[in-house]
């Protein structure tokens, strides 16, 4: 598990979304486009994301946009943005510069 998968499980769970796991996620700093694999609590088949983000001049990732493998969990998707926000904040120190470097 990487530390902005560890970063991102860590929100979800402590905004009450546990039932979801990140299985894999993946970045595009040249494109600011992200891909993830989520498992859904109950669900057999995991869930394909993919998406768009920005750095944010506070030292934030942005989630811009987010789109599901199935309609209905786009809709999921943004209401958990909705519910935790579409700002995830960078460690201090040096765990987020090298972040933000990588991004």
Do not use: H
């Not at 494109?31 to 859904?40: C, G, H, N, V």
């Not at 869930?47 to 989630?63: A, D, E, K």
């Amino acid at each position: 598990m990487n530390l902005l998968q560890v970063m991102l499980q860590t929100k979800l769970d402590s905004s009450g979304l546990d039932w979801i796991r990140i299985e894999t996620i993946q970045l595009s700093p040249s494109k600011k486009t992200l891909s993830a694999d989520l498992r859904l609590a109950g669900e057999a088949d995991l869930i394909r994301l993919t998406g768009t983000y920005s750095i944010t001049p506070n030292n934030q990732i942005r989630v811009e946009s987010l789109n599901a493998s199935r309609q209905w969990l786009t809709e999921v998707a943004e209401l958990a943005l909705a519910k935790t926000g579409r700002e995830f904040p960078l460690p201090d120190g040096m765990k987020g510069k090298l972040i933000k470097f990588f991004l």
